[in-house]
């Protein structure tokens, strides 16, 4: 299984990216696919889930700026961030994770987001 993300990159505050994680193999219909971020000294965080249900979740500091999506079709899941902070400076790194059985947790290698001006 691998995970490739995309989209990063050097954007002044306010501005938008997006990001892409393609799934390769076949667990992509039953994941939680996600996106969390590492800033600087900090511990990694959850931004974003999305089932493939379609049901959503969001961390406080991004809901109303970042929207996760799925392409269940195309095995990727984006998300668009808009209005982005400083503090929205991270590495930000896909997940595919199951809890149920056959249980799973697996990482994409990151991408790198910078906001500033």
């Known amino acids: 299984v691998q995970l490739q993300a995309s989209g990063g990159g050097l954007v002044q505050p306010g501005g938008s990216l997006r990001l892409s994680c393609l799934a390769s193999g076949s667990i992509f219909s039953r994941s939680i696919m996600g996106w969390y971020r590492q800033a600087p000294g900090k511990q990694r965080e959850l931004v974003a889930t999305a089932t493939s249900g379609g049901s959503t979740n969001y961390a406080e500091s991004v809901k109303g700026r970042f929207t996760i999506s799925r392409d269940n079709a195309g095995n990727t899941v984006y998300l668009q961030m808009n209005s982005l902070k400083p503090e929205d400076t991270a590495v930000y790194y896909c997940?595919?994770?199951?809890?149920?059985?056959?249980?799973?947790?697996?990482w994409g290698q990151g991408t790198q987001v910078t906001v500033s001006s």
């Open positions: 997940n595919a994770k199951r809890y149920l059985t056959p249980r799973y947790d697996y």
